[in-house]
């Protein structure tokens, strides 16, 4: 058992240490972020597994693969449950747009390369369940990718 957390930043961490421990499981954060964990616990306490994109895990007898979708942060990474159509983006899509980026080692840019190449390919009906606020669609999402660019946040 792991806790899979889709990035580094504090709001998304911050009990993952004690929710590990009550569970005996694993922590697992892709290597990129480790400079936001540390932030968080310091640099005696490093996460258990480093997620990469193309990893799988399985929960409940479903696999979930894992995309790299840097831009929130440069770690942050989407769980891909294609055999239930839906994808956990974390802080890298929300109904209305990419996550933010004003903060500490975010980048406009490439969440907007995350999201068009890791994320708006998935099927138009997979349900986007995100790591703050409502569920939307991809399909619902992805003819606004042109207003967001020019938006430019």
Known sequence: ???????GHNDHVNAAVEVA?????EIALH???LML?????????EPDIE?????????????????H????SPGAVCLHGPDLGVVFSGDTLFAGGPGATGRSYSDFPTIIESIRESLLTLPPET???????????????????????????
């Open 31 to 33: 290597p990129d972020d």
């Open 69 to 72: 979708t840097p831009g929130h």
């Open 21 to 25: 421990a009550a569970k005996d499981a």
């Open 127 to 153: 349900v986007v369940h995100t790591g703050h606020g409502a569920d939307t669609t991809i399909g619902a999402e992805a003819p606004h990718l042109a207003e967001w660019v020019a938006r430019g946040r």
């Open 37 to 45: 964990w540390a932030a968080e616990y310091g640099d005696d306490l």
């Open 51 to 67: 997620l990469a994109g193309g990893m799988s895990f399985e929960v409940a007898g479903t696999r979930l693969l894992v995309r």
């Open 1 to 7: 058992m792991a806790v899979v957390l889709t990035h």
